[in-house]
């Protein structure tokens, strides 16, 4: 029953974000030929509309990256409480399914759209990247340009590489159960629930940050500050250690913010 919850919600939100996807890499590659084209004319005398073209491609661009990233929030959001706590609520929660399994059908389907937006995001990078370089010779020295800001080993880069991989995999878990259970406590209130699901979601944060200043100043290292603020000030490497913290760290917020989730549908479910 879990894949068929998890199969509905990624068709669900899908439909939604494949064709923003689809824009914004289109969109990269069109902006990257058209910066390609006026670098290599540098003498040429265009006409306004191909300096409004220009300025109008880069601000769409860049909007639609930011709409992408909140897009993809808002779906994760509206599909947590139209299927749980909203007018499709009914249903799904007379299916003979365990509370747990819609909980974790619901932050599977928000991490692996966070990713893909991520992915998307850096993609079109590379794409504009590519589309503003290629054939000019120019691709090869940007390579060796980042690969220099690095001043490291190919082994260290590989593995700074895969470090930030799973920091960001911690982090967006541990991000998603979070906002799941901000809205769990917020559907509590009578009225005004998203109201109350961001009020609730700032305490957490703010409760998040005390407790782990509080273990830091105890002697325990930057992991539990943060998913992504366990970078050591030396070479940017991440020392074995830190990792695992952090990992704990995120799992423990993880299933505490998944119980509470859990419980809030079991006992004090509130339908609109």
Sequence with gaps: MLRKLLKYDLLEIGQALLPIYGVVLLLAFVTGI???FVD????????????????LLTLAFGILMAGMGIMTIFLIIRNFRENLFGSRGYLMNTLPVKTSSHVLDKTINGVLWTWMSLLVGLLSWVILAAA??????NLSQLLRELYE????????RWRLFFQILVLLFFWSLEMIAKIFASLAIGNLWK??????????????SILQSLFGNLLYRSGLTGAFQGSLAVFSSGDGMISARDLILAGIRSG???VLFSLISIETLKRKLNLE
């Design 149 to 156: 800001t690095f001043p490291i080993s190919q082994s260290e």
């Design 252 to 254: 423990l917020y993880t």
């Design 132 to 137: 503003y370089t290629i054939g000019t010779g």
């Design 191 to 204: 009225n005004h629930r998203m109201l109350g699901g961001i009020i609730a979601f700032g305490s957490i």
């Design 34 to 36: 058209t910066y390609r």
């Design 40 to 55: 290599r004319n540098p003498d040429a005398t265009f006409p306004a509309v191909v300096s409004w073209a220009v300025i």
